[in-house]
DNA sequence: CGGAAAACTGGGAGCGCTTCCAGTTCCAGG
DNA sequence: CCTGGAACTGGAAGCGCTCCCAGTTTTCCG
């Protein structure tokens, strides 16, 4: 009697013995694969029940060389920036479509040096599936490593400076440009922008669309006033444009968050929006939802970009050769424009 | 000449063949262990980097069962509670503390029955070296599967019912004491509270503590009106207690998001805060700090909880057994109360 | 009813790394 | 110059699973 021992992990041979079988009959029980008789199959399906096997992942990944994850990496030097409800978003999205595929997600928040050396050391040495890679600031490091990995790379969002071959990206330029034309043919005429930094894709793509907009309408760009795409930078960007440009009747603020922090700044100013001073935001968070006013704004598809991305990520895993993708966007009016 | 040839990664023997040592001398190299001479070691390294050597963590794992990575599962009923950006923060803290142990991040979003299903197969078949399990109901399953679990297993938040041998937890009642405290010492008598779900821990022990207030304070406890964490349930549940108590004055809403909404509520009532009504909610969270008015609520260490669970699970994973630990709480005063 | 094709089966060789352990080498001390 | 022990070293046995392949059993026709 072995009683008291605390019971291995039973393995895939002992349910070969109970069953009567080999362990190459038992595999392919388990991965149904064919050439089991019925008879064999239903012995190994009772053994596997009674000893209530599970197989273990490692061996099977050592063996099939594939490890049955993906990993999806945000980049930034802050680890804060993760704290931004959007990639909650993208990790709903991703999460189920890896389901989907029955793979599991790593996540790495690569901020600290430490984290970075993590990161690679994942890339080469086949810790993962394959890795989805978000928010890379220009010259990170990471995408160059990326580039080289032997690994199926999915961006998400263009790297700066990079033109990657599986990326899914939001329409940036076309969302920003559909913000100021709303704002445009509302009759505003001197409308600001206050971007989002300008070492990150996102942040020059709404920069961009806002410019080409005013250009369009023949009216003059102003300079943008840079934040970081938090509340607090918004609220200050908007200050100094309104040092500035005191005669401003629109602005397009590149996410939400620094739209929040611009209504704010001009509810402590004293100029009401939307009459004195229209506002339009980008991401359509809940805080557009919850800001007074509600904030207009332009809806981007973040579950879907999450989504997206582990599809072909997952389709790159399976040998395949997805095209890159761009998700429309579409412009959320309410009440602050 | 293999030219062409996708060169393989190489593996510990090529190392070794290269760096003229044995295998197992070359292991103990990358393992820093000891009994090697000072010569071969520094063979083995040259060689290593020679070839660009990274080990592979799958083989790896499979010789000392140890996986490297840990899970974190958020589990509920909707993939959309992990919106909520407290997990993001939980992350954050959790995902520094792994790091500093070396380990991986495994997010698993427990929602569909699939996802139940994996995350069990997780938990029976060593997938991880420890899981950290998050946003339990009354009766999930997961919970009785964690303890039977031979694996390391922390709960972050005590599950309904269970009294879980390792846990992390916010001190709930204490800060939902305070609050409601906070109400009454500014005069406030008629206070009512818009209570979470009451399936959840959280739900019952922020109740809990404003009925302890309440009473201790010689005042009647309303009846708790329910909402389910979310902006518009709190705006519905402000409604309600509105239309059946006008006369109330105070609010303790038993988290921000609720918060948030009976601000709204109120404000569409045309119900002045804090005159009228005085509101404190929970969480402290960035739409605490956006909202108007600025939502006075009680702080709770996010990242802190999140780092302490891994820190946590850490310890078991090496064999120690560590205290259950309850983080404290801070009102933090904001114009609405 | 014989023979070839089809369907099964199980042995065995890995996957790449760790680790035990028997065997070597190297030094003091005698 | 020999001996015992400490410091090293490398062969070999796994870790648990997949999958090729050669061998065996069925099945199906002519």
New interface residues.
Partial sequence: MTEGV?RR?STLDEVAELAGVSRSVASRVLNNAPHVSRAKREAVERAVHRL?Y??????R??ATRQ?G?AALVVSGED??I????F???V??GA??AL?DA?L??????AA?D??RR?VE??L????ADGVMLMALREDDPLSRMAEEA?MPVVFGGRPVGLDPRWYVDVDNVGGARQATEHLISAGRTRVATIAGRLDTEVGRARYRGYRDAMLAAGLDPYPPEVGDFT?STGAAAMAALLARHPDLDGVFAANDNMG?GAL?AL?EAGRPVPRDVAVVGFDDL??A????PPLTTVHQPIEALGREMARMLVALIGGQDPTPLILPTRLVTRASA
Wanted: charged share 25%; net charge positive; glycine share 6%.
């Fill in positions: 605390p992990q209530g599970v197989p273990n992942p490692t061996a990944a050592l490890t994850a680890p804060s993760f704290a931004d409800p990639f909650a978003q990790i709903v999460s189920a389901e029955d599991h997600l790593m996540l790495c928040l600290s430490r984290g993590r050391q994942l080469r040495s086949k810790g032997e509340e929040a704010r509810r809940a805080v939802r919850i800001a007074d």
